[in-house]
């Protein structure tokens, strides 16, 4: 959950839903216009001149960002992520996973793609999560849209922020300027009560190296419903066993977010993206800063041996994040 895992928008006003929804719309009655774009995530939509440094895109490269493959192919990669933070949350174990991935997408627009989260650190070893996930990527002149379903399978050893989330639909798209490109994705998240995700980002992609590598600074703020946050501190942070392991005196706890099904400004996440491309291979680096807002507060119960109950109710404590992935992907 890259995410693919950033996606209503919690920064925008009334105007730009509007322009986004119109947009939209507009993309949708003509789609079937679009005309022929990249090959892959990884292959530049036009190659600049060999003799120019750098030069300013007017698009991304990006098929994650709604750009269908001009020909059919499948992909293969394989990637380290250094820890997993989603909306600016994070595990109080740094949960770093190799990710193993195979997709295929079709010259119409249609993609599949099935991905592994293997979770390797001091203490654990496991495969952590599956996601399987399929959807529609079209573009419309200076517009692209991306529709996409996916389903995830985590271990019930789990200890992942969003480890209650079990599928979610989404709905990614934007309008190339051409000196800015702004994007908004809103995502449906399906778990044991249903949350709404929203991201709002802004991006340039600059070219270079004759077009063999992109880099794609980017500014985005994310938010969310917490609902799936509640079932993490009730489930997995405040788990039993393993508060019994530090303080065996403790013979019960309960804990939950409080309001989590208000919507709220999460996380502002400033990243660049770099691809350079190699043939058919793709090398891929993306630095990551989540500056993570508005501490939910949680309640807590815990009960004693002696039968003496302790409440408190407090602010989580939030810090800010770096962290990074790379990795590489194969045509064929």
Same mark, same amino acid.
């Given at each position: ?57 007017? +698009? =991304? *490269?990006?098929? &994650? ?9 499948? !992909? $293969? %990669? ?44 001091? +203490? =654990? *070893?496991?495969? &952590? ?9 079209? !573009? $419309? %002149? ?44 809103? +995502? ?14 802004? !991006? ?129």
């Amino acid at each position: 959950m890259e995410g693919k895992h950033f996606y209503l928008v919690p920064m925008c006003t009334l105007t730009r839903i509007t322009l986004f929804a119109v947009l939209a719309w507009n993309g949708l009655l003509h789609s079937a216009e679009a005309q022929s774009v990249s090959d892959t995530s990884k292959t530049p939509l036009q190659s600049p001149p060999d003799s120019t440094l750098i030069i300013v895109s007017d +698009t =991304s *490269s990006n098929n &994650d960002n709604g750009r269908p493959p001009i020909r059919s192919h499948y !992909e $293969a %990669g394989l990637s380290y992520q250094s820890n997993d933070v989603y909306l600016g949350r994070k595990d109080s174990t740094v949960l770093p996973y190799y990710i193993p991935e195979f997709s295929y997408y079709h010259k119409t627009g249609l993609y599949a793609t099935v991905s592994l989260n293997y979770l390797k650190n001091s +203490t =654990s *070893s496991r495969l &952590d999560l599956v996601t399987v996930e399929g959807g529609y990527m079209f !573009e $419309a %002149g200076s517009y692209e849209g991306q529709f996409s379903v996916s389903k995830y399978f985590y271990s019930t050893q789990s200890t992942n922020v969003a480890s209650d989330i079990k599928a979610s639909l989404a709905y990614q798209n934007s309008f190339n300027f051409g000196f800015i490109k702004p994007s908004f994705t809103g +995502t449906l998240n399906i778990g044991s009560k249903l949350d709404f995700e929203g991201l709002f980002g802004l !991006e340039h992609c600059f070219y270079f190296l004759g077009g063999k590598g992109d880099i794609t600074p980017t500014l985005a703020a994310a938010g969310s419903t917490q609902n799936y946050y509640n079932a993490y501190y009730q489930n997995k942070r405040y788990n039993i066993k393993k508060i019994q392991k530090t303080e065996p005196n403790v013979v019960g706890v309960s804990a939950s977010v409080l309001n989590a099904s208000t919507f709220k400004i999460l996380d502002f996440e400033p990243t660049v993206p770099i691809n350079y491309r190699m043939g058919k291979c793709t090398f891929n680096f993306s630095p990551t800063y989540a500056i993570p807002v508005h501490p939910a507060i949680i309640s807590t119960e815990t009960t004693m041996a002696n039968g003496t109950v302790l409440s408190r109710t407090r602010a989580e404590k939030i810090e800010n994040t770096f962290y990074w992935t790379l990795g590489f992907s194969f045509l064929f």
